[in-house]
Protein backbone atom coordinates (compact mmCIF):
# COMPACT_ATOMS: atom_id res chain seq x y z
CA UNK A 1 0.00 0.00 0.00
CA UNK A 2 1.22 3.62 -0.64
CA UNK A 3 1.29 6.92 1.00
CA UNK A 4 0.19 9.98 -0.55
CA UNK A 5 3.08 11.38 -1.72
CA UNK A 6 3.87 7.63 -3.57
CA UNK A 7 0.54 7.71 -5.39
CA UNK A 8 0.55 6.87 -9.02
CA UNK A 9 -0.66 9.44 -11.23
CA UNK A 10 -0.76 8.87 -15.15
CA UNK A 11 -3.02 12.06 -16.27
CA UNK A 12 -4.24 11.12 -20.14
CA UNK A 13 -7.15 13.45 -19.65
CA UNK A 14 -3.97 16.61 -19.39
CA UNK A 15 -2.45 15.31 -22.78
CA UNK A 16 -5.33 15.90 -24.50
CA UNK A 17 -5.73 19.20 -26.52
CA UNK A 18 -5.59 22.25 -24.21
CA UNK A 19 -9.25 23.08 -25.23
CA UNK A 20 -11.09 19.75 -24.07
CA UNK A 21 -10.15 21.64 -20.53
CA UNK A 22 -8.76 24.57 -18.43
CA UNK A 23 -6.12 24.13 -15.80
CA UNK A 24 -6.24 25.66 -12.61
CA UNK A 25 -5.94 25.10 -8.92
CA UNK A 26 -8.23 23.99 -6.30
CA UNK A 27 -9.56 27.50 -3.85
CA UNK A 28 -7.92 27.07 -0.11
CA UNK A 29 -10.68 26.92 2.50
CA UNK A 30 -9.28 27.40 6.24
CA UNK A 31 -9.22 24.41 8.85
CA UNK A 32 -10.05 21.51 7.07
CA UNK A 33 -11.30 18.03 8.82
CA UNK A 34 -12.48 14.91 7.78
CA UNK A 35 -15.83 13.87 7.95
CA UNK A 36 -15.47 10.42 6.80
CA UNK A 37 -13.14 8.30 4.74
CA UNK A 38 -13.36 4.98 2.76
CA UNK A 39 -11.00 2.22 3.07
CA UNK A 40 -12.61 0.04 0.33
CA UNK A 41 -12.57 3.18 -2.14
CA UNK A 42 -9.02 3.93 -0.85
CA UNK A 43 -7.87 0.25 -2.16
CA UNK A 44 -8.96 1.28 -5.48
CA UNK A 45 -5.46 3.62 -5.64
CA UNK A 46 -3.43 1.37 -4.07
CA UNK A 47 -3.85 3.68 -0.72
CA UNK A 48 -2.73 2.77 2.94
CA UNK A 49 -5.80 3.84 4.85
CA UNK A 50 -3.65 4.79 7.77
CA UNK A 51 -3.19 7.86 5.56
CA UNK A 52 -6.47 8.89 6.40
CA UNK A 53 -5.26 9.91 10.37
CA UNK A 54 -2.22 11.94 8.83
CA UNK A 55 -3.11 15.75 9.26
CA UNK A 56 -1.74 15.90 5.38
CA UNK A 57 -4.98 14.15 4.61
CA UNK A 58 -7.36 16.75 4.94
CA UNK A 59 -5.17 18.93 3.74
CA UNK A 60 -5.26 17.17 0.24
CA UNK A 61 -8.74 16.40 -0.36
CA UNK A 62 -9.72 19.86 0.58
CA UNK A 63 -7.42 21.08 -2.41
CA UNK A 64 -5.07 23.36 -0.03
CA UNK A 65 -2.46 21.21 -1.07
CA UNK A 66 -1.54 19.63 -4.12
CA UNK A 67 -0.70 15.89 -4.61
CA UNK A 68 2.67 15.24 -6.10
CA UNK A 69 1.59 14.12 -9.89
CA UNK A 70 -1.49 15.81 -9.90
CA UNK A 71 -2.30 18.44 -12.67
CA UNK A 72 -5.62 19.87 -12.06
CA UNK A 73 -8.34 20.52 -14.41
CA UNK A 74 -11.52 21.32 -15.28
CA UNK A 75 -13.23 19.61 -17.72
CA UNK A 76 -15.26 21.13 -21.07
CA UNK A 77 -18.76 19.69 -21.33
CA UNK A 78 -22.35 20.60 -22.53
CA UNK A 79 -25.58 18.96 -22.43
CA UNK A 80 -29.44 19.41 -22.46
CA UNK A 81 -30.66 20.07 -19.56
CA UNK A 82 -34.66 19.58 -18.80
CA UNK A 83 -34.73 19.02 -22.86
CA UNK A 84 -33.16 22.09 -23.39
CA UNK A 85 -29.24 22.58 -25.10
CA UNK A 86 -27.30 24.65 -22.68
CA UNK A 87 -23.64 25.64 -25.28
CA UNK A 88 -21.33 25.59 -22.81
CA UNK A 89 -21.45 24.02 -18.86
CA UNK A 90 -18.61 22.27 -18.20
CA UNK A 91 -17.08 21.40 -14.19
CA UNK A 92 -18.10 24.60 -12.73
CA UNK A 93 -17.44 22.94 -9.09
CA UNK A 94 -15.13 20.01 -9.19
CA UNK A 95 -11.98 20.01 -9.98
CA UNK A 96 -10.06 16.82 -11.52
CA UNK A 97 -6.39 16.28 -9.97
CA UNK A 98 -5.65 13.39 -12.24
CA UNK A 99 -5.63 9.71 -13.17
CA UNK A 100 -3.98 7.32 -10.53
CA UNK A 101 -3.59 3.86 -12.01
CA UNK A 102 -3.18 1.01 -9.41
CA UNK A 103 -0.89 -1.55 -9.50
CA UNK A 104 -3.87 -4.26 -10.95
CA UNK A 105 -3.39 -1.93 -14.22
CA UNK A 106 -6.82 0.38 -13.21
CA UNK A 107 -7.31 4.40 -13.32
CA UNK A 108 -9.29 6.26 -11.59
CA UNK A 109 -10.03 9.69 -11.67
CA UNK A 110 -9.61 11.78 -8.65
CA UNK A 111 -11.94 14.52 -8.92
CA UNK A 112 -12.72 17.00 -5.80
CA UNK A 113 -15.93 17.99 -5.35
CA UNK A 114 -16.58 21.57 -4.13
CA UNK A 115 -12.79 22.79 -4.46
CA UNK A 116 -14.20 26.10 -5.88
CA UNK A 117 -15.06 28.04 -8.86
CA UNK A 118 -13.75 27.13 -12.23
CA UNK A 119 -14.24 29.32 -15.88
CA UNK A 120 -17.12 27.27 -16.22
CA UNK A 121 -18.98 28.09 -13.23
CA UNK A 122 -21.40 30.87 -14.98
CA UNK A 123 -21.27 32.91 -11.55
CA UNK A 124 -21.49 30.42 -8.93
CA UNK A 125 -19.16 30.18 -5.57
CA UNK A 126 -17.87 26.79 -6.61
CA UNK A 127 -18.36 25.20 -3.30
CA UNK A 128 -20.55 21.81 -2.27
CA UNK A 129 -21.91 22.20 0.68
CA UNK A 130 -22.13 19.48 3.46
CA UNK A 131 -25.35 18.16 3.19
CA UNK A 132 -24.99 17.35 -0.52
CA UNK A 133 -21.85 15.92 0.21
CA UNK A 134 -22.75 13.83 2.49
CA UNK A 135 -25.93 12.61 0.42
CA UNK A 136 -23.53 11.22 -2.85
CA UNK A 137 -21.15 10.07 -0.50
CA UNK A 138 -23.36 6.98 1.10
CA UNK A 139 -25.48 6.30 -2.01
CA UNK A 140 -22.60 6.25 -4.75
CA UNK A 141 -21.30 3.60 -1.64
CA UNK A 142 -24.54 2.47 -1.86
CA UNK A 143 -25.33 1.99 -5.26
CA UNK A 144 -22.22 0.06 -5.20
CA UNK A 145 -23.33 -2.10 -2.72
CA UNK A 146 -26.17 -3.33 -4.55
CA UNK A 147 -23.93 -4.02 -7.43
CA UNK A 148 -25.15 -1.03 -9.51
CA UNK A 149 -22.47 0.63 -11.68
CA UNK A 150 -21.45 4.14 -10.03
CA UNK A 151 -18.54 6.65 -9.55
CA UNK A 152 -17.05 5.95 -5.76
CA UNK A 153 -16.15 8.02 -3.04
CA UNK A 154 -13.11 8.40 -0.96
CA UNK A 155 -13.70 10.93 1.28
CA UNK A 156 -15.59 14.10 2.63
CA UNK A 157 -13.49 17.09 4.04
CA UNK A 158 -15.46 19.99 5.45
CA UNK A 159 -14.47 23.14 6.63
CA UNK A 160 -16.48 25.60 8.48
CA UNK A 161 -16.24 28.36 5.39
CA UNK A 162 -20.19 29.59 4.80
CA UNK A 163 -21.55 28.87 1.73
CA UNK A 164 -25.24 30.30 0.94
CA UNK A 165 -27.85 28.53 -0.62
CA UNK A 166 -31.60 28.63 0.34
CA UNK A 167 -29.51 29.12 4.21
CA UNK A 168 -26.07 29.46 5.27
CA UNK A 169 -24.40 26.23 5.07
CA UNK A 170 -21.19 25.20 5.69
CA UNK A 171 -18.66 23.58 2.86
CA UNK A 172 -17.12 20.14 1.90
CA UNK A 173 -15.85 18.69 -0.63
CA UNK A 174 -16.14 14.87 -1.93
CA UNK A 175 -13.30 13.48 -3.29
CA UNK A 176 -15.35 11.15 -5.78
CA UNK A 177 -13.26 8.37 -8.49
CA UNK A 178 -14.43 7.15 -11.47
CA UNK A 179 -12.61 5.31 -14.62
CA UNK A 180 -13.97 8.60 -16.07
CA UNK A 181 -15.77 11.23 -15.97
CA UNK A 182 -15.80 11.41 -19.79
CA UNK A 183 -20.09 12.41 -20.30
CA UNK A 184 -22.65 12.66 -23.24
CA UNK A 185 -22.10 16.35 -23.10
CA UNK A 186 -18.54 15.88 -23.77
CA UNK A 187 -19.35 15.20 -26.83
CA UNK A 188 -22.43 17.62 -27.83
CA UNK A 189 -20.24 20.75 -27.05
CA UNK A 190 -18.21 19.82 -30.03
CA UNK A 191 -21.17 19.11 -32.07
CA UNK A 192 -23.02 22.23 -31.68
CA UNK A 193 -19.94 24.30 -31.80
CA UNK A 194 -18.92 23.03 -34.75
CA UNK A 195 -15.60 21.73 -33.63
CA UNK A 196 -16.01 18.24 -35.31
CA UNK A 197 -12.34 17.67 -35.66
CA UNK A 198 -12.47 17.30 -31.73
CA UNK A 199 -15.12 14.18 -31.82
CA UNK A 200 -12.84 11.58 -33.35
CA UNK A 201 -10.17 12.49 -30.96
CA UNK A 202 -12.30 12.18 -28.19
CA UNK A 203 -13.94 8.97 -29.13
CA UNK A 204 -9.99 7.49 -29.52
CA UNK A 205 -9.34 8.69 -26.26
CA UNK A 206 -12.67 7.18 -24.89
CA UNK A 207 -12.15 3.97 -26.93
CA UNK A 208 -8.29 3.58 -26.22
CA UNK A 209 -8.42 3.71 -22.25
CA UNK A 210 -12.30 1.81 -22.17
CA UNK A 211 -13.18 -0.20 -24.80
CA UNK A 212 -9.79 -1.29 -26.23
CA UNK A 213 -11.34 -4.16 -28.43
CA UNK A 214 -12.87 -1.89 -30.77
CA UNK A 215 -9.50 0.11 -30.96
CA UNK A 216 -8.64 -1.70 -34.46
CA UNK A 217 -12.33 -2.31 -36.00
CA UNK A 218 -13.08 -0.16 -39.17
CA UNK A 219 -16.31 0.75 -37.48
CA UNK A 220 -15.15 1.50 -34.24
CA UNK A 221 -17.21 4.86 -33.70
CA UNK A 222 -20.73 2.54 -34.47
CA UNK A 223 -19.68 -0.25 -31.88
CA UNK A 224 -18.83 2.03 -29.25
CA UNK A 225 -21.48 3.67 -30.01
CA UNK A 226 -23.60 0.43 -29.69
CA UNK A 227 -21.87 -0.19 -26.32
CA UNK A 228 -22.48 2.93 -24.68
CA UNK A 229 -26.35 2.43 -25.50
CA UNK A 230 -26.08 -1.39 -24.10
CA UNK A 231 -24.08 -0.13 -21.21
CA UNK A 232 -27.46 2.80 -20.86
CA UNK A 233 -30.38 0.32 -21.29
CA UNK A 234 -29.16 -2.41 -18.54
CA UNK A 235 -27.98 0.86 -16.11
CA UNK A 236 -31.64 2.48 -16.53
CA UNK A 237 -32.68 -1.34 -16.01
CA UNK A 238 -31.34 -1.64 -12.66
CA UNK A 239 -32.45 1.82 -11.23
CA UNK A 240 -35.78 0.47 -12.40
CA UNK A 241 -35.42 -3.02 -10.51
CA UNK A 242 -34.25 -1.43 -6.83
CA UNK A 243 -36.84 1.65 -7.19
CA UNK A 244 -33.97 4.33 -7.49
CA UNK A 245 -34.55 7.53 -9.68
CA UNK A 246 -32.29 9.77 -10.67
CA UNK A 247 -33.09 13.48 -9.91
CA UNK A 248 -31.45 15.24 -13.09
CA UNK A 249 -30.91 12.91 -16.28
CA UNK A 250 -29.58 15.69 -18.17
CA UNK A 251 -26.95 14.64 -21.06
CA UNK A 252 -24.17 16.20 -18.71
CA UNK A 253 -24.97 14.23 -15.95
CA UNK A 254 -25.01 11.03 -18.00
CA UNK A 255 -21.51 8.63 -17.89
CA UNK A 256 -20.21 7.47 -21.61
CA UNK A 257 -19.48 3.94 -19.48
CA UNK A 258 -22.60 3.72 -18.03
CA UNK A 259 -22.44 4.74 -14.44
CA UNK A 260 -24.77 6.17 -12.00
CA UNK A 261 -23.21 9.57 -12.13
CA UNK A 262 -23.39 12.86 -10.50
CA UNK A 263 -25.48 12.35 -7.93
CA UNK A 264 -27.46 15.63 -6.51
CA UNK A 265 -31.31 15.26 -5.81
CA UNK A 266 -32.63 11.29 -6.05
CA UNK A 267 -34.10 9.07 -4.05
CA UNK A 268 -35.38 5.68 -3.59
CA UNK A 269 -39.33 4.89 -3.28
CA UNK A 270 -40.36 4.09 -0.04
CA UNK A 271 -44.17 3.08 -1.34
CA UNK A 272 -44.87 2.08 -5.03
CA UNK A 273 -45.51 5.09 -7.03
CA UNK A 274 -44.93 5.37 -10.53
CA UNK A 275 -45.08 8.86 -10.83
CA UNK A 276 -42.92 8.98 -8.03
CA UNK A 277 -40.26 12.32 -8.56
CA UNK A 278 -37.63 12.71 -6.29
CA UNK A 279 -36.92 16.11 -7.36
CA UNK A 280 -38.35 19.26 -6.12
CA UNK A 281 -37.31 21.28 -8.40
CA UNK A 282 -38.59 18.79 -11.52
CA UNK A 283 -41.82 20.79 -11.43
CA UNK A 284 -43.30 18.82 -14.61
CA UNK A 285 -42.15 15.64 -13.61
CA UNK A 286 -39.47 14.97 -16.41
CA UNK A 287 -37.35 13.01 -14.58
CA UNK A 288 -40.28 10.68 -12.86
CA UNK A 289 -39.33 7.10 -12.22
CA UNK A 290 -41.27 5.83 -14.94
CA UNK A 291 -39.88 8.25 -17.25
CA UNK A 292 -36.54 6.93 -16.63
CA UNK A 293 -36.31 4.27 -19.50
CA UNK A 294 -37.76 6.48 -21.64
CA UNK A 295 -35.70 9.84 -20.88
CA UNK A 296 -32.23 7.27 -20.76
CA UNK A 297 -33.16 6.62 -25.10
CA UNK A 298 -34.02 10.32 -25.65
CA UNK A 299 -30.81 11.16 -24.02
CA UNK A 300 -28.72 8.45 -26.39
CA UNK A 301 -30.47 10.01 -29.26
CA UNK A 302 -28.44 13.49 -28.36
CA UNK A 303 -25.08 11.54 -28.29
CA UNK A 304 -25.65 10.07 -31.39
CA UNK A 305 -26.83 13.39 -32.73
CA UNK A 306 -23.52 14.22 -31.88
CA UNK A 307 -21.27 11.62 -32.98
CA UNK A 308 -23.14 12.06 -37.17
CA UNK A 309 -20.17 13.72 -38.07
CA UNK A 310 -17.88 10.34 -37.46
CA UNK A 311 -20.45 8.05 -38.42
CA UNK A 312 -23.52 6.77 -40.67
CA UNK A 313 -26.82 8.60 -39.91
CA UNK A 314 -28.24 5.03 -40.50
CA UNK A 315 -25.73 3.23 -37.81
CA UNK A 316 -26.78 5.62 -35.37
CA UNK A 317 -30.25 5.20 -35.80
CA UNK A 318 -30.00 1.31 -35.68
CA UNK A 319 -27.50 1.60 -32.56
CA UNK A 320 -30.90 3.36 -30.94
CA UNK A 321 -33.09 1.33 -32.32
CA UNK A 322 -31.48 -1.24 -30.09
CA UNK A 323 -32.04 0.38 -27.30
CA UNK A 324 -35.88 -0.92 -26.43
CA UNK A 325 -35.25 -4.38 -26.69
CA UNK A 326 -32.06 -4.65 -24.59
CA UNK A 327 -33.83 -2.41 -21.73
CA UNK A 328 -37.30 -4.30 -21.86
CA UNK A 329 -34.94 -7.78 -22.03
CA UNK A 330 -32.88 -6.93 -19.04
CA UNK A 331 -35.26 -5.41 -17.15
CA UNK A 332 -37.52 -8.58 -17.05
CA UNK A 333 -34.37 -10.37 -16.10
CA UNK A 334 -33.89 -7.94 -13.21
CA UNK A 335 -37.56 -8.37 -12.46
CA UNK A 336 -38.07 -12.25 -12.73
CA UNK A 337 -34.92 -12.56 -10.01
CA UNK A 338 -36.70 -10.18 -7.46
CA UNK A 339 -39.35 -12.88 -7.96
CA UNK A 340 -37.32 -15.85 -7.24
CA UNK A 341 -37.60 -16.68 -11.33
CA UNK A 342 -34.42 -18.61 -12.65
CA UNK A 343 -35.59 -19.14 -16.37
CA UNK A 344 -37.00 -16.41 -18.35
CA UNK A 345 -40.94 -16.94 -19.50
CA UNK A 346 -43.01 -15.05 -21.70
CA UNK A 347 -45.90 -14.61 -18.65
CA UNK A 348 -43.59 -13.37 -16.76
CA UNK A 349 -43.24 -9.41 -17.27
CA UNK A 350 -47.06 -9.38 -16.69
CA UNK A 351 -46.48 -10.88 -13.82
CA UNK A 352 -44.51 -8.39 -12.61
CA UNK A 353 -47.03 -5.61 -14.03
CA UNK A 354 -50.13 -6.81 -11.64
CA UNK A 355 -47.99 -7.13 -8.71
CA UNK A 356 -46.77 -3.63 -8.83
CA UNK A 357 -50.14 -2.31 -9.68
CA UNK A 358 -51.73 -4.09 -6.73
CA UNK A 359 -48.71 -2.74 -4.73
CA UNK A 360 -49.64 0.87 -6.20
CA UNK A 361 -53.31 0.80 -5.23
CA UNK A 362 -52.44 -0.38 -1.66
CA UNK A 363 -49.29 1.83 -0.97
CA UNK A 364 -47.06 -0.84 -0.42
CA UNK A 365 -43.55 -0.20 0.21
CA UNK A 366 -41.35 -1.25 -2.86
CA UNK A 367 -38.27 -2.46 -0.94
CA UNK A 368 -40.14 -3.78 1.74
CA UNK A 369 -42.62 -5.79 0.11
CA UNK A 370 -40.39 -7.31 -2.33
CA UNK A 371 -38.11 -8.52 0.95
CA UNK A 372 -41.59 -9.52 2.02
CA UNK A 373 -42.36 -11.89 -0.68
CA UNK A 374 -39.13 -14.36 -0.01
CA UNK A 375 -41.78 -15.81 2.76
CA UNK A 376 -44.39 -17.13 -0.13
CA UNK A 377 -45.10 -20.36 0.08
CA UNK A 378 -46.10 -22.48 -2.64
CA UNK A 379 -47.87 -25.08 -0.51
CA UNK A 380 -51.78 -25.76 -2.15
CA UNK A 381 -54.32 -23.82 -0.36
CA UNK A 382 -51.31 -21.71 1.72
CA UNK A 383 -53.25 -18.50 1.48
CA UNK A 384 -49.62 -16.44 2.64
CA UNK A 385 -51.76 -14.49 5.36
CA UNK A 386 -48.99 -12.18 6.21
CA UNK A 387 -48.52 -10.94 2.65
CA UNK A 388 -52.20 -11.02 1.61
CA UNK A 389 -52.89 -9.07 4.16
CA UNK A 390 -50.83 -6.07 3.13
CA UNK A 391 -53.23 -5.31 0.33
CA UNK A 392 -56.13 -3.94 -0.11
CA UNK A 393 -57.99 -6.09 -2.63
CA UNK A 394 -57.55 -9.51 -1.58
CA UNK A 395 -59.55 -11.30 -3.82
CA UNK A 396 -57.04 -9.37 -6.07
CA UNK A 397 -53.77 -10.62 -4.28
CA UNK A 398 -55.57 -14.03 -4.01
CA UNK A 399 -55.76 -14.10 -8.00
CA UNK A 400 -52.31 -13.30 -8.61
CA UNK A 401 -50.78 -15.34 -6.32
CA UNK A 402 -52.26 -18.14 -8.26
CA UNK A 403 -50.52 -17.25 -11.30
CA UNK A 404 -47.51 -16.45 -9.00
CA UNK A 405 -47.21 -20.16 -7.42
CA UNK A 406 -47.86 -21.51 -10.85
CA UNK A 407 -45.23 -19.65 -12.62
CA UNK A 408 -42.85 -21.73 -9.22
CA UNK A 409 -43.71 -24.53 -9.52
CA UNK A 410 -41.95 -24.71 -13.11
CA UNK A 411 -38.98 -23.11 -11.35
CA UNK A 412 -36.24 -25.60 -9.88
CA UNK A 413 -35.57 -26.04 -6.06
CA UNK A 414 -38.20 -25.87 -2.98
CA UNK A 415 -39.15 -22.65 -1.27
CA UNK A 416 -36.05 -22.15 1.19
CA UNK A 417 -33.80 -21.92 -2.24
CA UNK A 418 -36.12 -19.50 -3.55
CA UNK A 419 -36.02 -17.33 -0.89
CA UNK A 420 -32.03 -17.54 -0.49
CA UNK A 421 -32.12 -16.45 -4.02
CA UNK A 422 -34.55 -13.62 -3.54
CA UNK A 423 -32.84 -12.27 -0.69
CA UNK A 424 -29.22 -11.71 -2.53
CA UNK A 425 -31.11 -9.84 -4.93
CA UNK A 426 -33.94 -7.82 -2.90
CA UNK A 427 -32.17 -5.51 -0.55
CA UNK A 428 -33.23 -5.09 2.66
CA UNK A 429 -31.73 -1.71 3.39
CA UNK A 430 -31.49 0.68 0.79
CA UNK A 431 -31.12 4.45 1.81
CA UNK A 432 -34.01 6.40 2.03
CA UNK A 433 -34.07 9.88 2.16
CA UNK A 434 -34.99 10.22 6.07
CA UNK A 435 -32.00 8.18 6.75
CA UNK A 436 -29.84 10.54 4.92
CA UNK A 437 -31.39 13.30 6.62
CA UNK A 438 -30.51 12.43 9.43
CA UNK A 439 -26.89 11.49 9.31
CA UNK A 440 -26.52 15.11 7.96
CA UNK A 441 -28.54 16.45 10.97
CA UNK A 442 -26.10 14.58 13.29
CA UNK A 443 -23.30 16.10 11.19
CA UNK A 444 -24.51 20.01 10.55
CA UNK A 445 -25.70 20.49 13.88
CA UNK A 446 -23.65 18.51 16.02
CA UNK A 447 -20.17 17.56 14.17
CA UNK A 448 -20.89 14.15 15.04
CA UNK A 449 -20.22 11.80 12.02
CA UNK A 450 -21.02 8.38 13.72
CA UNK A 451 -24.28 7.87 11.68
CA UNK A 452 -22.62 8.48 8.28
CA UNK A 453 -20.36 6.07 9.36
CA UNK A 454 -23.06 3.66 10.40
CA UNK A 455 -25.18 3.93 7.65
CA UNK A 456 -21.66 3.58 5.09
CA UNK A 457 -21.25 0.03 6.64
CA UNK A 458 -24.44 -0.90 6.68
CA UNK A 459 -24.92 -0.11 2.83
CA UNK A 460 -21.98 -1.96 2.29
CA UNK A 461 -24.27 -4.93 2.72
CA UNK A 462 -27.61 -4.55 2.18
CA UNK A 463 -28.66 -7.38 1.47
CA UNK A 464 -27.78 -9.35 4.64
CA UNK A 465 -29.65 -9.39 7.68
CA UNK A 466 -28.36 -6.85 10.30
CA UNK A 467 -30.09 -7.82 13.70
CA UNK A 468 -28.81 -4.93 15.60
CA UNK A 469 -29.45 -2.43 12.59
CA UNK A 470 -33.13 -3.60 12.09
CA UNK A 471 -34.44 -0.33 12.53
CA UNK A 472 -33.38 1.15 9.42
CA UNK A 473 -35.21 -1.54 7.81
CA UNK A 474 -38.41 -0.18 8.95
CA UNK A 475 -41.03 1.99 6.95
CA UNK A 476 -40.60 5.85 7.38
CA UNK A 477 -41.47 7.66 9.80
CA UNK A 478 -44.73 10.27 8.76
CA UNK A 479 -41.93 13.48 8.92
CA UNK A 480 -40.11 11.66 6.16
CA UNK A 481 -43.17 12.80 3.44
CA UNK A 482 -41.60 16.26 4.57
CA UNK A 483 -37.96 16.02 3.24
CA UNK A 484 -38.01 17.95 0.02
CA UNK A 485 -35.14 17.63 -2.57
CA UNK A 486 -34.31 20.03 -5.25
CA UNK A 487 -30.83 20.87 -7.18
CA UNK A 488 -29.58 22.64 -4.25
CA UNK A 489 -28.98 19.73 -2.86
Known amino acids: MRKLEQLSFDNSYARLPASFYRRLDPTPMPAPYLVSFNADAAALLDLDPAEATRAEFAEYFIGNRLLPGSEPLAMLYAGHQFGHYVPQLGDGRAILLGEIKNRAGERWDVQLKGAGPTPFSRNSDGRAVLRSSIREYLCSEAMHGLGIPSTRALCIVGSDEEVYRETIETAAVLTRLAPSHVRFGSFEVFYYNDRHESLPVLADYVIAGHFPHLADAPDKYVRFLNEVVARTAQLMARWQAVGFSHGVMNTDNMSILGLTFDYGPFGFMDAYDPAY??????????????????IGHWNLSCLAQALLPIMPVEAAQAALDAYI???????????????????????????????LQ????????????????????????????????????RDAFDAWADSYRARLQREPGNDAERAARMNRVNPKYILRNYLAQNAIARAAQERDFTEVERLQELLRHPFDEHPEMESYAAPPPDWARQIEVSCSS
Open 277 to 294: VCNHSDHHGRYAYREQPK
Open 358 to 393: LMHASHLDYTRLFRALSRFQCAAGDKNAMLRDQFTD
Open 325 to 355: PTYKEYYKECMGRKLGLTQAGEEDIALVETL
